[in-house]
């Protein structure tokens, strides 16, 4: 996936977490809220404007993915986005 195709995709899950919210009951206005917190952080990275939380956010992700063996050590979440 490159970069303008990851960037189209968090904004559609930024759109539809937000209509979930104002859809839907208190239980799954949680869920959508913590997948919308979760997309706006990756937006933050894409436009190279992130809070120090969603540095250490995205730190941490990719340590649990490098440790799992998804990521290769020396790679990062952003670093397999194709920069197309």
Known sequence: MNKSALQAYVEGE???AAKRIIDKGAQSDEIAYGRLKANL??????????????????????????????????ETVLSVVDEV
């Open 14 to 16: 930024i759109n539809l």
């Open 41 to 74: 952080s990756l937006r933050r990275i894409l436009v190279e404007a992130p809070t120090p939380e969603d540095l250490g956010l995205w730190g941490g992700i990719n340590d649990i993915l490098q440790q799992l063996g998804i990521l290769d050590s020396r």
